[in-house]
């Protein structure tokens, strides 16, 4: 577990920087969660170019602030970055899920409650939470749509910041 969590990082420095031309396609999907202090929540879903060609399952990847990962002028990049890492052979293919962030950003990636500074006021963490809505919805959502590989084995969590806090509790 803590050698997917240090490849994802690795990952992530790797591919951070400006972007260059890509034509990987992203499919988004908008998701309710059940419990109604996190947020409805867009998640951004790379498919590995391969993937219709085949009938193989995919790791996974689920990324914390999906909304900055994929390929834009300044991003993460890690859909061009997984398909460089394919074609040179160092990788697999994966499935990267990006789960965009929401207005309450800091409360789901934090998950014990804490004093907004900037506010002055306590606030209630939600990350226990925000953690449940992944494990019991977004990831069933991915397994029961995708070709994905499910064990704990083939599936890691990452993000930076905040993302990467929420990602190791």
């Known amino acids: 577990k803590r050698v997917l969590i240090f490849l994802c990082f690795i990952f992530l420095i790797i591919g951070c920087g400006k972007s260059q031309e890509s034509n990987i396609e992203i499919i988004q999907k908008e998701l309710k969660p059940l419990n ?3 947020s409805d929540r867009l998640v951004s879903i790379y498919l590995p170019s391969n993937y219709l060609e085949t009938q193989i399952d ?7 602030d999906g909304d900055g990962i994929f390929t ?3 991003s993460w990049q890690m859909d061009s970055t997984m398909e460089k890492f394919v074609e040179s052979g160092e990788k697999e293919p994966a499935i990267i899920v990006g789960i965009h962030n929401s207005p309450k950003r800091n409360s789901e990636y934090v998950p014990w409650d804490w004093y907004d500074t900037i506010d ?7 990350g226990k939470e925000y953690i449940e809505f992944i494990i019991n919805e977004v990831k069933p959502y991915i397994d029961s749509n995708y070709r994905s590989l499910t064990g704990s084995e083939t599936t890691c969590i990452g993000g930076s910041s905040l993302g990467g806090l929420i990602s190791i509790y």
Do not use: K
Request: glycine share 10%; charged share 20%; net charge negative.
């Open 36 to 38: 109604i202090e996190i």
């Open 58 to 64: 995919y790791p996974v990847i689920y990324m914390n």
């Open 72 to 74: 834009t002028d300044y």
């Open 120 to 126: 002055g006021v306590n606030r209630e963490g939600l």
